[in-house]
């Protein structure tokens, strides 16, 4: 199964747009909060559901 968006490039942090908070300067505010576009491909006959998990391991900017 392949998982793939048009919104970000494979490896690549997802863009602030996509996220509930960004930076600003020294502080933190809210974004966009948009929802990216996700695809799925070549996907088992047998799977009944789809599921994500974003897992934000470094904080940028920190």
């Known amino acids: 199964m392949k998982l793939y968006s ?3 490039a494979h490896g690549q942090p997802i863009p602030p747009a996509f996220a509930i908070g960004r930076k600003a300067g020294a502080t933190d505010t809210f974004s966009d909060n948009r929802n990216p576009h996700l695809a799925w491909s070549d996907v088992p ?3 009944l559901t789809y599921g994500t998990y974003s897992l934000h391991s470094q904080r940028q900017g920190a």
């Open 6 to 8: 048009d919104s970000f």
């Open 45 to 47: 006959a047998e799977a």
